[in-house]
């Protein structure tokens, strides 16, 4: 078992597919103007998405925390070994080794990161949408 599926449990996938749920729905009625109730169904996925991003925003900077704090400790391992062998330390060289000590868990930050945009964009998308719309009604009105 790889660190990155520690990293990712069974609810971000939940959230990941919530998100690509609304995004499949968002591009296959709102995109190609399928006929729906915008204003209920809007509202849900904008619902969905923020508390989606929400979560996702707060795993991503776990996930960001957790790289780094690996990161650094990989590194001064690194040193510490050096320096108990008595060989010289290289700074450049053991940053690289470091960095690709924690390749799962910047693997994980850019799935959340990923995931955690579109839900970002998918928002902006339905709030632009909810104020077309909230015109439309506004000139059907008079």
Do not use: C
Request: aromatic share 8%; charged share 30%.
């Amino acid at each position: 078992m790889n660190q990155k599926s520690v990293l990712i449990d069974d609810h971000d996938k939940e959230v990941f597919a919530q998100v690509g749920e609304v995004w499949e729905n968002l591009r296959n009625n709102v995109l190609k103007k399928s006929t729906f109730n915008p204003l209920d169904v809007l509202s849900e996925w904008l619902q969905v998405l923020t508390g989606s991003f929400m979560y996702l925003n707060t795993r991503f900077a776990e996930a960001r925390i957790a790289r780094d704090n690996n990161e650094i400790s990989a590194y001064m391992g690194i040193k510490a070994e050096t320096d108990a062998a008595g060989e010289k330390f290289i700074n450049a060289t053991a940053e690289r080794a470091a960095k690709s000590k924690v390749g799962d868990f910047i693997e994980a930050s850019r799935i959340f990161e990923s995931y955690k945009d579109a839900s970002e964009q998918g928002i902006l998308t339905i709030k632009k949408l909810l104020d077309i719309q909230s015109l439309e009604l506004k000139r059907e009105a008079r």
